[in-house]
């Protein structure tokens, strides 16, 4: 095979290996003769193995449940000097994690305040050139498994995923980014710990459920409401996807998803009031693109930002069955013809300031 002869003979293998982490190399070294398991799809090793198999490095087996190394990669990994590679190593993987941090939580970055984000590790010390030289060396193949980044001529890195095509030359393209840089403004960029990198990175899905405003919202729509986990995970996945965005002009929908839902029920006014409640600080405890990685709530209360005047209303409309009942909700949102399955109809109204990233919630009405 042409391409595992280049693999094994270019510097590809060493670039390659050197973005994972110590687990994933032990668990590589572990594997070079017999594989590993990964029959779970959502498990790490599953996810290391999507990344091997886009490098060329190895394939999967027996219905997706095994995957091997190639023995000419086996082979060829035992050449490269261990005291080089580690060296480079240390250096590469987390600067990798930098960039994956980077992309979902700003999406535009100049050169020099990623080099910030880096020197947060006290232990690793590069200059703009080595972070750059760095850089080209990411193996290509795995920008659908990881968020990838591209180094403008501007000298800011922008991510691949937030603007797919807007990247390039032409006018339409640097107009779409220099919209976005407007949008962030001038605010800072949020610096988050070691740890919080390492957390995202361990498990970028999982990552958001360590904000506190994500907790109360989980435990009040599981425990009050009886909505399911995987229910309220959907619900959280797309405030995190909206979040990421460089801009979104569609709150009225993704915000309020939670009411189109037809497996919440709501049995009185006070928990409609309740889960509207903890929904605003679901959105404004989530670290946002637009906020270049703060919270609506960080910018408010450290930054000094606070809303300004442009306002919007979203309406929605269920029905509700008589107190002794329980009864899906139905909701108006595209202003389609309601189905009236019961008695009792009840209106939500949100106000809400919404600028430079923030949704605050101004006024609620119930009636």
């Not at 693999?7 to 060493?14: A, H």
């Not at 994956?100 to 305040?113: A, E, K, M, N, R």
């Not at 949008?183 to 958001?208: A, C, R, T, V």
Request: some cysteine; aromatic content about 14%; hydrophobic content about 35%.
């Amino acid at each position: 095979m042409e391409i595992l002869t280049w693999i094994t003979e270019s510097d590809y293998l060493f670039y390659s290996m050197a973005i994972f982490d110590d687990n994933q190399i032990e668990l590589f070294n572990q594997s070079l003769q017999n594989g590993f398991s990964c029959a779970d799809p959502k498990s790490k090793e599953s996810d290391f193995a999507i990344c091997l198999e886009a490098l060329w490095i190895g394939s999967f087996f027996n219905q997706l449940s095994e995957f091997k190394i190639y023995s000419e990669i086996s082979d060829a990994w035992n050449r490269i000097s261990k005291e080089e590679f580690n060296a480079y190593h240390k250096k590469d993987s987390w600067i990798w994690k930098c960039f994956h941090w980077s992309s979902t939580f700003y999406g535009i970055i100049p050169v020099s305040q990623m080099l910030k984000i880096v020197h947060i590790n006290k232990d690793i010390h590069v200059s703009e050139e080595e972070l750059i030289d760095i850089y080209r060396h990411f193996p290509k193949a795995l920008g659908s498994c990881y968020e990838k980044m591209v180094l403008l001529e501007d000298d800011c890195f922008v991510s691949y995923k937030r603007f797919g095509k807007h990247i390039y030359n032409s006018e339409e393209d640097k107009k779409e980014i220099q919209k976005n840089k407007e949008k962030q403004g001038d605010k800072d960029f949020y610096l988050p710990s070691g740890n919080e990198i390492e957390l995202f990175n361990n498990n970028p899905h999982e990552y958001f459920l360590h904000y506190k405003a994500y907790q109360k919202y989980c435990e009040y729509m599981e425990q009050e409401l009886g909505v399911s986990k995987e229910v309220i995970r959907h619900i959280l996945d797309v405030v995190n996807a909206f979040a990421k965005r460089p801009y979104n002009s569609h709150y009225n929908f993704e915000l309020h998803i939670f009411l189109k839902n037809k497996e919440i029920r709501f049995t009185s006014d006070e928990q409609v009031e309740k889960a509207a409640e903890l929904f605003i600080e679901v959105i404004n405890g989530t670290r946002m693109n637009i906020n270049r990685g703060y919270t609506p709530e960080e910018l408010y209360l450290t930054n000094g930002i606070s809303p300004d005047t442009e306002k919007f209303e979203i309406t929605t409309v269920f029905y509700r069955a008589p107190s002794n009942q329980v009864c899906k909700n139905n909701n108006n949102l595209n202003n389609e013809e309601p189905d009236i399955s019961n008695e009792g109809q009840l209106y939500l109204k949100l106000q809400a300031d919404l600028e430079n990233g923030h949704l605050i919630l101004m006024d609620m009405d119930i009636n």
